[in-house]
Each structure stands twice: as C-alpha cells, then as structure tokens.
Nanobody
Framework: QVQLVESGGGLVQAGGSLRLSCAAS????????MGWYRQAPGKQRELVAT???????NYADSVKGRFTISRDNAKITVSLQMNSLKSEDTAVYYC?????????WGQGTQVTVSS
C-alpha cells in the first residue's frame, strides 16, 4: 500500500504564489509517476501536472508557464510551485502516485485564490 500526505494549501490573493508538497510512503516502485490533480466545485477532477521518476514533466495548458512540478526521488516527495495564481485555480488539489496498474491519491488540500 501507498500513503500520500499533502501540505501547503491555503488562501492567497490573485497574482500570488503557493507551494504544495506531498510525501509518499509505503511500498513504492522505482519507476512511477507522481503528480497533481485538482477538482473545483461542480467540476471533474483534472490533471495539473505530472512528473516521472525519470524527471519527464507534463503540464495542463492552463498552468504552463505559471506552475512548476518537481520531485525528490530519494525522499519520494513531489512539489508544485504555483505562481501568478488566478481565481480559476481555486480547487482542491490532490497528489497522486501511479505505479504498475495502480493509482494512489492523497486526501486533498484546498487552494483558494481571491480576486
């Protein structure tokens, strides 16, 4: 089993920055994909960014140039630096880890951007 614990959400004004972090523990394969997804009220969960254990990054078009995903393979952590935040970035952000045929999720952390 895998456990994911997120931290770093909160309230920020538009144009501001936040950093989310996620720590993984449990039985984790050397090859995996960690990432961040978000879900706004009344909407489906959507991809924000992913990063493979080989440090290949993928971003949603809506966050390119504003968000940066990074990871520490030794500590099994993933972070999301969010800059130039917009009101439409308001959502619950979920950390994920995919390995083999399984996907694991964190409990979610609220990010609220006030305009």
């Amino acid at each position: 089993q895998v456990q994911l614990v997120e931290s770093g959400g909160g309230l920020v004004q538009a144009g501001g920055s936040l950093r989310l972090s996620c720590a993984a523990s449990g039985t984790i394969f050397s090859m995996n994909v960690m990432g961040w997804y978000r879900q706004a009220p009344g909407k489906q969960r959507e991809l924000v960014a992913t990063i493979t254990s080989g440090i290949i990054r993928n971003y949603a078009d809506s966050v390119k140039g504003r968000f940066t995903i990074s990871r520490d393979n030794a500590k099994i952590t993933v972070s999301l630096q969010m800059n130039s935040l917009k009101s439409e970035d308001t959502a619950v952000y979920y950390c994920s880890l995919q390995q083999g045929i399984s996907t694991y999720w964190g409990q979610g952390t609220q990010v609220t951007v006030s305009s």
